[in-house]
């Protein structure tokens, strides 16, 4: 038997027990939106959106073919570098070579590298997007679709999440012709506690009458319908999908957290529909134990994922800004 079967064991076990780990977290981002994995190359093309074509008709008997002119934006998503995350173990802290599934060392590393891939959905929605025939073109957030933390109030006046912001959110959906009948088209927004505590302020929301019965989308005849927070998760209301996520926590968020929240202090909650939403992944997760003679010979940990995000429509994507 060759001599460094121990370390090769041990280090096949730390590998299993982050890809195992991986399984068990579950990257949800990947589910709300247009994702792909196996990708490579500097720049990647999410896709070519033509413009709409309007019908008209036609003008009497063999009369000549009108054509149309179409406009053609492609959309691009840029490979950046690795995100990766490290740590040591001294040896006289391993007294075993073996890493089971279940190791704390496999389930830490695990959870970090899912903080860093959820971390870049954000950075996605966020920033900026690019479009052209090389994707080189910088598209900004459209200022349009964000709603103002003093929306439906009187100007200055900065609240929560509102009923007044809920309904100019679907009323803002419904101009940009998102269809909340068409799955792919159902509105997902991010909230804190503090939204779903406003939530729970709302007459509309927290009433039975206002709740049907999540399944059927009518009030059952026997008066049972959905609670507001059904099995400690907020409901869905108006047709838009809550999903909570503590978007200002940096250990949560670790690049994200500063950039959802604006220069006032107001946070800027995500509003996004899943084909407005796209996620391209070059690398799901790479992981290493090394020897490090400068530490000691002590044994290093690593591991490697590479995934990123980025706004296909600008007008399927909106901010609603709440403060405390």
């Keep these: 038997m060759a001599e460094d079967w121990a370390e090769t064991t041990a280090t096949t076990s730390f590998e299993m027990a982050v890809e195992f780990q991986m399984n068990e977290l579950h990257d949800e981002f990947e589910t709300l939106c247009n994702f792909k994995g196996g990708v490579s190359g500097e720049k990647v093309e999410i896709t070519d959106r033509f413009s709409d074509l309007l019908p008209k008709k036609t003008k009497g008997r063999l009369a000549k073919t009108e054509l149309q002119d179409t406009e053609v934006e492609r959309r691009w998503i840029h490979k950046q570098d690795r995100i990766a995350v490290h740590t040591a173990l001294d040896p006289d802290d391993q007294m075993a070579t073996e890493i089971p599934l279940d190791s704390p060392l496999g389930v830490a590393v695990a959870r970090g590298i899912k903080i860093g891939r959820q971390d870049e959905f954000l950075i996605g929605f966020y920033g900026t997007a690019y479009v052209g025939k090389e994707g080189t073109t910088a598209v900004p957030f459209k200022a349009a679709n964000v709603l103002a933390a003093d929306y439906g109030e009187t100007p200055g006046t900065d609240t929560g999440l509102t009923l007044a912001k809920l309904k100019g959110l679907r009323k803002k959906a419904r101009k940009a012709l998102i269809d909340p009948r068409d799955p792919t088209n159902k509105l997902h927004m991010m909230i804190t506690a503090e939204e779903i505590e406003d939530l729970l302020g709302i007459d509309e929301y927290i009433s039975k009458d206002y709740n049907p019965d999540s399944q059927t989308n009518y009030r059952p005849m026997n008066g049972a319908a959905r609670q507001a927070l ?29 950039l959802a929240v604006n220069g006032e202090g107001h946070r800027r909650l995500p509003v996004w529909v899943p084909k407005g939403m796209a996620g391209r992944q070059w690398l799901l997760v790479e992981s290493h ?19 990123r995000y980025a706004r296909i429509h600008e007008d399927l994507n909106f901010i609603v800004e709440t403060a405390d």
């Design 230 to 258: 059904q099995n400690g998760e907020p409901t869905d209301f108006m047709g838009i999908h809550f999903v909570p996520a503590e978007i200002t926590n940096e250990k949560a968020f670790p690049e994200a957290a500063a």
């Design 289 to 307: 134990r090394d020897r490090r003679a400068d530490l000691n010979h002590a044994w290093q940990f690593s591991a490697y994922t590479n995934v």
